[in-house]
């Protein structure tokens, strides 16, 4: 357990934000190259821009351009004047209660646009799969 003297800022974090915090940094978030890791076939590559770079917590934080993370990276600029080297770990580990706001607002952006993404390339797949296990008519 954490010392509230340390840490003061686990005293005022609402609870959304702590939960989406605890999903990113431990990787149980939906951008595309975790997601590829468990759903067979599917593309780590991001589907957000024109990169055509895997959608990794690097990526995700430093270059991804959707107008809403360019937009989030604008309104906590001072987050990235410290993390000239682009490192995750580094950013990751800045003392700045305003790192836990951005790291919310990109999961849940994030978990917006995959969820749309990951139904529609789902439910795209089940005519294929149930026609391959022959359990429709056609």
Not at 11 to 22: E, F, K, N, T
Not at 25 to 39: D, G, K, N, P, S
Not at 44 to 54: N, Q
Request: overall charge positive.
């Amino acid at each position: 357990m954490h010392c509230p003297q340390k840490r003061p800022w686990l005293l005022v974090l609402p609870r959304g934000v702590i939960h989406s915090v605890a999903r990113f940094r431990q990787r149980i978030h939906t951008l595309c190259f975790e997601a590829a890791t468990w759903i067979p076939r599917f593309s780590p590559t991001c589907d957000l821009c024109e990169a055509a770079d895997d959608q990794d917590e690097q990526h995700a934080i430093f270059h991804c351009t959707p107008p809403h993370t360019v937009s989030l990276r604008r309104r906590h600029e001072s987050l990235f004047l410290e993390a000239r080297a682009q490192d995750v770990s580094t950013f990751l580990h800045q003392n700045n209660i305003k790192l836990y706001f951005f790291l919310h607002e990109l999961n849940v952006f994030y978990e917006q646009v995959s969820s749309r993404t990951l139904c529609m390339k789902a439910f795209s797949c089940i005519p294929c799969k149930l026609k391959s296990n022959g359990l429709t008519n056609s």
